[in-house]
DNA sequence: GTCAAGTAGTCTTATATAAGACCTGAAAAT
DNA sequence: ATTTTCAGGTCTTATATAAGACTACTTGAC
């Protein structure tokens, strides 16, 4: 079961990544508890500090999060996360504010060659293609265009009876199973384009804030594209470096 | 010497903020070894597994460096620290290449209310203000004004017999002994003013993306100032959030 | 209802063993 | 005589185990 031999991974890395597949393949569901480290421990036939060296590296990877007195688990997309972790928008105090947002747009496409080759899909594969505005204390802010493979989320076009929710990334979850781990951003400035500008209500080649993100799963398989274009007026993206 | 009292931060917690002043008030020097994680742990009368805990927080945080075998070393700005931690310009196939610089200008100059508020300085301190001008790949690709504080960087203007490195940050280390251990960025999409135009050779006008970095110490004092506006036609900037 | 004891979980510290890096000196090769 | 190679010793960090302390919730007595 647990391999020991010369050249192999150490255990708790061992048990690290069968912990990682369990959450992976929705054995243990997000929100849920985990056995407790003694349990883990007496099931894999090892001390408990070496479970909890696993659980430790997997808690400083947002995978799961301990609470004391309480149990170990499995990490949840709630709107703190969303906005903390997820969310890089300030506005020149300082201050996060989630922004609300407005669909203009939800419909299936096939993939454009720049969508595919983000998403790792085959050329002209469907991908449902959500285009919506986002106010910022009610001011016109942000235009976002969200890709995402028609397969993963076959029902959401049709817009099965529920409105899309303000943070994608908590439906991406209870309604599909499918959890939002890390991502990559690139960001560029751009003239804003005549559409851009007349939603954002601003003059054509005003300069914005382009995000261009790839969102990513656990086992890092891409499968959200979402871009977004921002007035930086009175906002900005914030990053810190530690 | 170590509390232990109840209500009082745990043990590892008071050794790691122990090693922290001491690299902080450079009793530690960067670069050089700090002694071993026995030696320490029998110095403070604990075990080596205390300090170990003690130790990996602050390797986690890019204060301290451990090489098995070796021992473990206070961090240093070598050039690929500065490369992969604090520069995140990439070009558009994701390859990160430093920028080589040439400097338009370096005065003393009384901060104006922007710099001092962002570096917490009093009202019209004297500071060094830089001008440079960044390559990538010989294309004109960055304009950067750099603010310090003048009282820290004394002899800095007059530019003592050196010329100044493409990697500041290595220059703060070794000529002043500042370390720079974090930084805090806000980016915006600006229009090119015509000095930046004529500097970068394109029209005024153009969308830049502009960088404003505050750089801080290790007990979180801000130290450098540095507005970047760069040309996102062949770059971009890139995070990646875990 | 309130409070106290019990229980099940994580947190902290301590100790032992393993594995990697480097140095030194003797033996072997040139 | 000089250089190279190799083995052992010693110092380092890395990993694993164990035990007591702390925390949050539950249950039962009053």
Same mark, same amino acid.
């Given at each position: 079961?647990?391999?020991?031999?010369?050249?192999?991974?150490?255990?708790?890395?061992?048990?690290?990544?069968?912990?990682?597949?369990?959450?992976?393949?929705?054995?243990?569901?997000?929100?849920?508890?985990?056995?407790?480290?003694?349990?883990?421990?007496?099931?894999?036939?090892?001390?408990?500090?070496?479970?909890?060296?696993?659980?430790?590296?997997?808690?400083?990877?947002?995978?799961?999060?301990?609470?004391?007195?309480?149990?170990?688990?499995?990490?949840?997309?709630?709107?703190?996360?969303?906005?903390?972790?997820?969310?890089?928008?300030?506005d020149n105090k300082g201050h996060k504010v989630l922004p609300d947002s407005n669909v203009l747009q939800c419909r299936r496409k096939p993939? +454009?060659?720049?969508?595919?080759?983000? &998403?790792? &899909?085959?050329?002209? +594969?469907?991908?449902?293609? /959500?285009?919506?505005?986002?106010? /910022?204390?009610?001011?016109?802010?942000?235009?976002?265009?969200? +890709?995402?493979?028609?397969?993963?989320?076959?029902?959401?076009?049709?817009?099965?009876?529920?409105?899309?929710?303000?943070?994608?990334?908590? &439906?991406?979850?209870?309604?599909?199973?499918?959890?939002?781990?890390?991502?990559?951003?690139?960001?560029?400035?751009?003239?804003?384009?005549?559409?851009?500008?007349?939603?954002?209500?601003?003059?054509?080649?005003?300069?914005?804030?382009?995000?261009?993100?790839?969102?990513?799963? &656990?086992?890092?398989?891409?499968?959200?594209?979402?871009?977004?274009?921002?007035?930086?007026?009175?906002?900005?993206?914030?990053?810190? /470096?530690?």
């Amino acid at each position: 079961m647990l391999s020991t031999g010369k050249g192999s991974i150490s255990l708790y890395m061992q048990i690290r990544d069968m912990l990682v597949s369990k959450v992976g393949k929705g054995e243990w569901l997000p929100g849920s508890i985990i056995p407790s480290e003694v349990n883990l421990a007496q099931e894999l036939g090892v001390s408990q500090g070496t479970v909890r060296k696993a659980i430790t590296e997997l808690v400083e990877s947002n995978v799961l999060t301990r609470r004391q007195g309480r149990g170990t688990f499995v990490s949840m997309h709630n709107i703190d996360r969303a906005l903390f972790h997820f969310f890089h928008i300030s506005d020149n105090k300082g201050h996060k504010v989630l922004p609300d947002s407005n669909v203009l747009q939800c419909r299936r496409k096939p993939a +454009t060659r720049i969508e595919s080759s983000k &998403l790792h &899909l085959e050329a002209g +594969t469907s991908v449902i293609r /959500i285009e919506r505005m986002r106010r /910022i204390s009610d001011k016109p802010t942000m235009v976002e265009t969200i +890709t995402l493979p028609a397969d993963l989320f076959a029902d959401l076009v049709e817009g099965g009876g529920y409105e899309l929710p303000n943070t994608l990334y908590e &439906l991406y979850e209870q309604r599909y199973g499918i959890t939002i781990h890390s991502a990559d951003e690139q960001l560029r400035a751009i003239a804003a384009s005549k559409h851009d500008a007349k939603i954002l209500n601003l003059e054509a080649g005003t300069p914005l804030l382009e995000i261009e993100r790839v969102a990513l799963t &656990l086992d890092r398989t891409p499968v959200e594209l979402r871009v977004s274009r921002c007035s930086t007026r009175n906002h900005h993206y914030h990053n810190t /470096i530690f």
